[in-house]
């Protein structure tokens, strides 16, 4: 079935569709149906009219976004779920209004992906102490960190203290082999990694 809607730009298929139509598998991942772009126009085997809706509902929004970003099968799911709860209307705003946190090593940009960590970025900008409550992988630690160096970079901090819950999981720190910093060192690996990223491996481990 082909598609009532077009690739504006042929230069924009690679901020669209990803790598190897990457970003469209995702639909036949979520979805189970397929979609492809060819010459220009988007063809699927959808069958069902509310899908086919959504699809193309999220699809408008791609195309938007893609004039100016490019986007991953991450940032297509997250539309998918917007989409989803019908809150589709400002996810442009998202990917096109933001505001960089930081510049990594790699000289990426690292912004918000979500509406709900640019209220997180919000906050840490905003309010003295934060608790952010979520599944591992939200972005909790690495977003901190993220700020933190940032202001460390711009010179409103002077120093960084890091700290971090000692969460068990089996065994107690005290029989952990080692010296003070070498029993907490592996809970406080997540806030390294962040660092090395940010800046980079010789700067944060030097004395």
Known sequence: MKLDIQLKEPELAFNLVGAF???????KTYF???????????????????????FTNV??????????????????????????????????????????IIINQQGKPIYPKTFTQRAYQEALGNFDMIFAVGPAGTGKTYLAVAQAVSYLKENKVKKLILTRP????????????????EKVDPYLIPLYDALYEFLGFELTTSR
């Open 59 to 100: 699809l408008n929004v791609m195309m938007v976004i893609a004039e100016k970003v490019p986007l991953s099968e991450r940032d297509v799911l997250y539309l998918i779920k917007l989409a989803e709860a019908n809150e589709l209307n400002d996810a442009e705003s998202l990917f096109l209004r933001r505001k960089h």
């Open 32 to 54: 189970g149906f397929y979609v492809i772009l060819t010459d220009h126009e988007f063809h699927t085997d959808a069958t069902d009219e509310a899908l086919i809706t959504l």
């Open 21 to 27: 139509d990457k970003n469209l598998e995702v639909f």
């Open 166 to 181: 000692a969460v068990e999981a089996g065994e107690s720190l005290g029989f952990l082999p080692g010296d003070l910093k």
